[in-house]
């Protein structure tokens, strides 16, 4: 079977787009080189990647690689250099991974941090891959070992990641500062759907740590106790609901999922945490 035949299979299988799941599986390729590379410890790996190694490709995709990096000064230089190297590791491969550039993260939603620009080439197939990186993250209580599924085979790559807290962490962090100014509705589902899924994993007393470290971090303003009105307004605002509608829109996974019932699962969730503790 062809490359395009097994994507096309997969993307079927998942209900998702063939180019979202060869987006990851490019990403899948990087992964493997870095975890052969010098720099493997150095990479911890959170985003939506990740969460999509969390509950499925049918639950989340995403087009890019979202990284934290430790032990290493962030610049475009090291940046560089580093992912020069880490593409030449020798895999079985058949794709040819090359450095297009770094450059700053621009998008109005980032926090601030360095975009990897690769190129992958196969064949015919010349696509553009994006690795996120960010620097100083607030980690609690430490990053940990994850392995992600080879999408073609029983293989497992091995990478340092963000705990399940964190990842909640800094999404309830950003809904809760941001409020009815918010436009990453992605951060709502995936609130929604880990703690749907993978509820069972989550240590509640460490998320409640995680958001106090990450908005200290982040220098947040809001009031914990404010949540219920925050989450309210949300919940109200006709500009809220549209961009819900348009993220249902984009992504098939989110269909069936009402805006009412993901502002109930994110009070849900706090409530866990935050009414224990007063």
Same mark, same amino acid.
């Given at each position: 079977?062809? %490359? ?13 787009? !063939? ?10 390729? %990087? ?11 150095? %990479?911890?790996?959170?985003? *939506?990647?990740?969460?999509? *190694? ?6 989340r ?34 794709f040819?991974?090359s450095?297009l ?11 601030? *941090? ?39 085979s ?14 909640? !962490? ?37 998320l ?13 303003? %809001?009031?914990?106790k ?28 989110a269909k ?5 019932s ?17």
């Amino acid at each position: 079977m062809s %490359f395009k035949a097994k994507i096309n299979q997969i993307a079927k299988e998942k209900g998702i787009p !063939a180019q979202q799941v060869q987006q990851n599986y490019l990403i899948e390729i %990087f992964l493997e080189k870095l975890v052969r590379s010098k720099y493997r410890d150095n %990479f911890i790996i959170k985003g *939506g990647y990740l969460i999509g *190694g969390m509950i499925g490709l049918d639950l989340r995709a995403t087009m890019d690689l979202d990284t934290t990096i430790v032990g290493i000064e962030l610049s475009s230089e090291n940046l560089y250099s580093i992912a020069e190297e880490i593409v030449k590791v020798q895999t079985e491969e058949s794709f040819h991974l090359s450095v297009l550039g770094v450059e700053n993260i621009r998008e109005k939603d980032q926090y601030p *941090g360095l975009k990897i620009k690769l190129i992958a080439n196969f064949e015919r197939i010349h696509e553009v891959v994006t690795i996120d990186v960010t620097t100083g993250d607030a980690i609690t209580p430490k990053e940990i070992d994850f392995k992600f599924e080879k999408m073609f085979s029983n293989e497992e790559i091995q990478v340092w990641s963000y705990p399940i807290e964190n990842v909640l !962490a800094e999404k309830l962090e950003t809904i809760l500062s941001r409020g009815i100014a918010t436009t990453r509705l992605r951060d709502f589902y995936d609130v929604f759907i880990l703690s749907s899924v993978r509820s069972n994993k989550i240590d509640y007393v460490i998320l409640g740590k995680a958001l106090e470290n990450t908005k200290e971090k982040r220098r947040s303003t %809001f009031d914990l106790k404010d949540h219920d009105s925050i989450l309210s307004e949300i919940q109200l605002s006709d500009f809220q609901q549209q961009l819900w509608i348009k993220y249902q829109n984009q992504y098939p996974y989110a269909k069936e999922v009402s805006f009412d019932s993901v502002i109930h699962s994110i009070a849900k969730l706090i409530s866990k945490f935050y009414e224990n503790d007063h």
